[in-house]
């Protein structure tokens, strides 16, 4: 079994400055490294030892990225002591390349030195050389003189750094210090570049139409567009410096992916994802380059859309039967290619939140860990399957600062790394996870000890129902007690009941969790009752109703998804109301997932696509539970008379928990989408009811006779007493509290790698 309890307290300072890079001719101390040199085929990577045979190897790869949480990448704040474990933790995964996009600090190079002393099998590294997307972006020519001098800066830093033979002053948003570990011998080739904007990729071919042919020592273009000539020539920029400063050359890629590829998707409804093409296929290498050229592409089974829509896809059928669309655009992928495709990215995220469908149910979110591991496995299967190099799973770690276009809007930008935003698809690909820790270590698990040191919000001594139904089901509508607590991921509440039973009659009983987050706004008239009203404003409702009809609903003025697209957008139905405060009208929760979309060939249109991502899911939280669900929000446990809850932070409009923020008044003149807008606040009010069961509704006389079976505020003349309710408070944080955990998706691509072998 996979020892899954490491636990990291996050701590670091953020490192800035300026200065200059200066490589100089360092002694590199032991560990000494092994002898091994590279080389790619047609179809395989290989390697040798000491000049000996060459051996095949399928990449079964990692990509590592450089975030943890409380840091953005960019400080390089990953320890020593972390590059080691989780070293050791990949090869402990049968994995034996790890993929980097850019230059790590010496952190990275002394461990994994150090990690491949006398292995066997030894991690290889696909060191990455990352341009500057910012500068591209802005510059939209990639033979801008900005663009040229820091790609040969970083270029040069990239390969001094892995001979161990460099040292980088401080400067801010990049690696520095002394690089001492000589890793060369582990690098099996270098990647450049990124995910390629089409639009710049256009406009580079567009402003130097007409440009030559690139003739160089290494490599040469035919009939290339001028950003092909730039691919070439700073591949040729790589394999000159190597061999002159090092004597020594190993294989090259450049990264692509299918937005950018060079393969007509007629089915592709966005007319920027069909805008450019870039292909390896117009860079020649030279009888001087001997080690050869791959090509790299990042590739995912939900997007572009055109893997949902173009038939050959949808329809295509593996050799096992099974309809994969993600195993047709690969055929199609490695046929397009005159040389050997390095699947650089692929995967799934587990988190709670989603934000593309997949045809065939690889969807961009929303999986457990289990689902995740398995289809991630699948994915490489299909990627084996078609003949490549192998791939590198995408990716080790989660990355909390990670954002994605239908959740940023929510969230303040520089707050992202200080906690978890389980609803933000891109902060959950990782096999790693960093489970969030508050002062109390509550894992939903329907253990009450668990949340010795809560804060206690309502406790009632008496558990007498406010109204009796003389039905036998009192003891379940009756509240004896609601507790709180944060961790950087998730508000959790625990609610108490008299008598649960053996199992709850969610037929016979319902319960409402109300919540004031934002001062000044909420509804005063709530929908379970006609009479009753409360005298502070509701900003959202938690109904528990039974595992299939339980959410959180949302005050229509603080819905941040009809603002967005009903409101500034006008992408669903106008409603009318939305914009009046204290209109008693409630809205479930919804997430976009796409815009309306015409699809060229086979022409369609698509509708606007939602879904409800206030449901909530019953179920066990605890990892180290055998009935674990890591996408579990309630635990209902009988025996103890408790509910717990967990309702991740986005959900209820926090913009930034650390600093206890919410998301401004969307309805403000001065509020506006091109920039997030938060408020501070002190607390936050919680209260909780029970009501009588809908059957009983009708027959009632709602007016005269009350609904509320229970309630954990005074209810006074027919008007909860919400203003007095308990306020609950945190304290504020900028060291997130965390543990390392393998996820169970570690386990499963554990067993997929260790099928493939060497």
Known sequence: ??????????????????????????????????????????????????????????????????????????????????????????????????????????????????????????????????????????????????????????????????????????????????????????????????????????????????????????????????????????????????????????????????????????????????????????????????????????????????????????????????????????????????????????????????????????DQGHHTEHEQGAINAELYEQILASDSLGGAVFAWQDEWFKRVWNTMDYMDPNRRPYWSDFQTCEQSFGLLSFDPKGETDITLSGDPTEWEGATELHADASAEPLLSLDDGHNGERTLTGLEAAVDPRYLQLKLTYDDLGSSVDWERTNTYVLLDTKPDQGNTSIPFNTALETNDGVDFLVHLAGPDDSRVLVDSYYDVFYYIYGETLEMIPEVEYAGDRDSGEFHEIELVLSREMEIPDPEQTVPFESYETGKLRFGIGDPDHEEYDSLADVCVTPEENMIEIRLPWLLLNFGDPSQREVIADLWDDEYSLEEYAGDVIDDISISAVTVRPDSEQEAADLESEPNITDSLSEIRDGELQFDSAAQFTWETWNEPAYSERLKESYDVMQQAFGAVGK
Not at 69 to 77: I, K, L, R, T, V
Not at 108 to 126: G, K, Q
Not at 148 to 177: F, K, M, W, Y
Request: aromatic share 10%; proline share 7%; charged share 25%.
């Open 1 to 362: 079994m996979i020892d899954r309890r490491h636990f990291l307290k996050a701590t670091g300072t953020v490192a800035v400055g300026t200065g200059i890079s200066s490589c100089l001719s360092i002694q590199t101390p032991p560990p000494q490294p092994q002898n091994i040199e590279p080389n790619v085929t047609d179809d395989r990577f290989q390697t040798r030892r000491d000049g000996g045979e060459w051996t095949d190897l399928r990449a079964r790869g990692v990509n590592l990225g450089m975030a943890k949480p409380g840091h953005f990448p960019g400080e390089a704040a990953i320890t020593k002591a972390e590059y080691s474990r989780w070293l050791r933790q990949i090869s402990e995964m049968n994995a034996n390349v790890i993929r980097t996009y850019t230059l790590h600090p010496p952190a990275f190079y002394d461990a994994l030195a150090e990690h491949n002393v006398d292995r066997d099998e030894p991690l290889l590294l696909l060191q990455g050389n990352w341009i500057d997307e910012q500068v591209m972006d802005e510059a939209g020519d990639m033979f801008d003189s900005e663009v040229l001098a820091i790609q040969r800066e970083r270029t040069e830093n990239v390969i001094d750094a892995v001979h161990g033979n460099c040292s980088i002053a401080e400067r801010p948003g990049h690696a520095d210090g002394q690089f001492r570990a000589d890793v060369s011998p582990y690098v099996l080739g270098y990647i450049l570049g990124i995910e390629w904007n089409p639009e710049v990729v256009h406009a580079t071919d567009e402003k130097h139409d007409g440009l030559e042919e690139y003739e160089g020592t290494y490599f040469t273009t035919e009939d290339a567009t001028p950003f092909e000539h730039w691919m070439g020539a700073r591949l040729d920029d790589v394999a000159t410096y190597e061999d002159e400063q090092y004597d020594t050359l190993r294989p090259l890629s450049v990264t692509n992916w299918p937005t950018t590829d060079h393969i007509e998707q007629p089915a592709e409804p966005v007319e920027e994802e069909r805008l450019a093409s870039a292909t390896l296929n117009h860079v020649l290498p030279t009888d001087q380059f001997t080690r050869g050229l791959f090509a790299t592409y990042h590739v995912y089974p939900y997007y572009p859309d055109f893997l949902n829509y173009e038939p050959d896809y949808v329809d295509y059928v593996t050799e096992d039967g099974e309809r994969s669309s993600y195993r047709g655009y690969l055929e199609d992928l490695l046929e397009a290619n005159d040389y050997p495709v390095f699947i650089g990215e692929f995967g799934v995220p587990d988190s709670r939140g989603m934000t593309h469908r997949h045809v065939h149910g690889f």
